[in-house]
């Protein structure tokens, strides 16, 4: 029996019926627009871009070449990430299927009312209920710190195909003390604002305290090693408040 854990029972708090319409606007002005530069470096390597490679962990090379076909978006919420990736494709004439799966249906709803292609389904990251190897890649964005890392690395690796991508991304408590104190600077701003919100008062409440305690970048790095993913790449982005994972199934 599957059995649900902290991560899951933070992420039902934060995720409700009640915020589910306003999360879009919500998340680009909290970030300051830089969740869809995030999300746009995502579709980056999703279209087998040159990765730099004074980005790629020692000892591993960069990525080869690869034009994903159906493509599995855990933790799709809205569908913002699965959107833009649809955007991208028709725009560059490709042919790419979309999967979206998330915890939170309310969410999902509001993406279904964006008219997306794909297909949505409500469920759980750590056991995704696909056949083995039915996706050419898989992307999250927000969703490692709510999670057995280990346990989804492993389940992406079921579903993958061979020489398939995998993308994480998430947020990352930024090692310089400067940027540090920026940081609790504005997370308290969000909480005073928050109080306001009461659709959003618990999120900007806790949040900070999930960052921080999350481990998630080196948890990935080595659960894909693990594993037995190849090209691991780490990159992080906006003074590494933020950070993206690239691993590829053989």
């Given amino acids: 029996m599957f059995k649900l854990h902290e991560g899951h029972k933070i992420a039902t708090t934060f995720f409700t019926t009640a915020n589910a319409s306003s999360y879009d606007a919500v998340v680009n002005i909290a970030t300051f ?19 730099r490679p004074d980005y790629h962990l020692q000892g591993l090379s960069v990525l080869d070449p ?3 076909r159906t493509n599995l978006d855990l933790a799709s919420g809205t569908g913002i990430l699965s959107g833009m990736i649809e955007h991208e494709s028709e725009k560059n004439g490709r042919s790419r299927n979309i999967v979206c799966l998330d915890l939170a249906y309310h969410y999902l709803q509001v993406a279904k009312k964006k008219c997306l292609k794909g297909m949505l389904t409500n469920g759980n990251a750590e056991l995704l209920p696909y056949r083995a190897e039915s996706f050419d890649s898989i992307t999250s964005s927000y969703l490692s710190k709510y999670v057995n890392v280990e346990v989804v690395v ?46 959003w008062a618990q999120v900007f409440q806790d949040l900070d ?30 003074l590494k408040t933020s950070a993206i994972i690239i691993g590829q199934k053989p």
Avoid at 225 to 236: D, E, H, K, Q, S
Wanted: glycine letters at 6%; hydrophobic letters at 45%.
């Fill in 33 to 51: 627009g830089r969740d869809h530069f995030w999300k746009k470096q995502i579709i980056a390597v999703m279209n087998a871009e040159l990765v």
């Fill in 66 to 68: 690869l034009q994903s």
């Fill in 154 to 199: 492993k389940e992406c690796w079921r579903v993958l195909k061979r020489r398939g991508l995998v993308v994480f991304h998430d947020f990352t408590y930024p090692p310089s003390r400067r940027v540090r104190d920026l940081w609790n600077l504005y997370f308290g701003l969000l909480r005073l604002v928050a109080k306001g919100i009461t659709s």
């Fill in 209 to 238: 305290c999930v960052i921080k305690s999350s481990n998630w970048t080196h948890q990935t790095v080595e659960a894909l090693r693990a594993t037995g993913f190849t090209n691991i790449i780490l990159r992080f982005y906006t």
